[in-house]
C-alpha cells in the first residue's frame, strides 16, 4: 500500500472530541439534551417583557398606597378643618367625648355646635344652614359623621 493513502487526517477540530464526552458542553449521542439555538434577542426580548410586567405590578401597587395616604391625609385636613371651625363657634354646652353633635353657619363669620339635628328643628326647620353632624374624639378632635 501506498503511505499517502493510509494516512488519515480527522477533519474534527482536536478541542471538539475527547476520550470522556462528559466534559464536553454540548450534546455528544442521540439521546442527549437539545440544544436549540434561538432567535437573536428572543431571550432579551421575553426577559424584558417579564421584567416590565412585574415593575408595573409594583408601581401600581404603590401607587395604589399612595392613593390610600393621599385620602388619609385629607381626611384628617377635613377634621382640622372643622375641628377649627367648632372650636371657633359658639357652644352652649359641654360636648362630651363620642357624643354627636351637629354643627351650623349662623352667618359667613358665626358658627353655632347644637345638640339638635337638622331633621329635629319642626315644620320650619333649621334657623341656620347645617354644616356637618360631627362626634367628639378622645384626643378632642371631631370626626365628621355626616
Not at 75 to 103: D, W
Not at 110 to 122: C, H, N, R, Y
Not at 123 to 138: I, M
Amino acid at each position: 500500500m501506498n503511505e499517502e493513502n493510509t494516512h488519515f487526517e480527522n477533519p474534527i477540530d482536536d478541542d471538539s472530541i475527547t476520550d470522556r464526552p462528559d466534559s464536553l458542553a454540548y450534546p455528544h449521542h442521540r439521546g442527549s439534551l437539545p440544544v436549540i439555538p434561538t432567535k437573536s434577542g428572543e431571550v432579551k426580548i421575553k426577559a424584558l417583557g417579564a421584567m416590565h410586567y412585574q415593575t408595573n405590578q409594583q408601581l401600581g401597587q404603590i401607587k395604589e398606597q399612595i392613593s390610600m395616604l393621599v385620602n388619609q391625609a385629607s381626611e384628617i385636613q377635613k377634621r382640622v378643618e372643622i375641628s377649627e371651625q367648632i372650636y371657633g363657634a359658639e357652644i352652649k354646652f359641654k360636648p362630651e367625648i363620642m357624643h354627636t353633635y351637629h354643627l351650623y353657619n349662623k352667618s359667613a363669620e358665626e358658627s353655632l355646635l347644637s345638640l339638635i339635628g337638622p331633621k329635629q328643628w319642626g315644620r320650619k326647620g333649621a334657623p341656620y344652614d347645617f354644616v356637618a353632624s360631627v362626634k367628639l374624639l378622645g384626643d378632642h378632635t371631631w370626626e365628621i359623621v355626616s
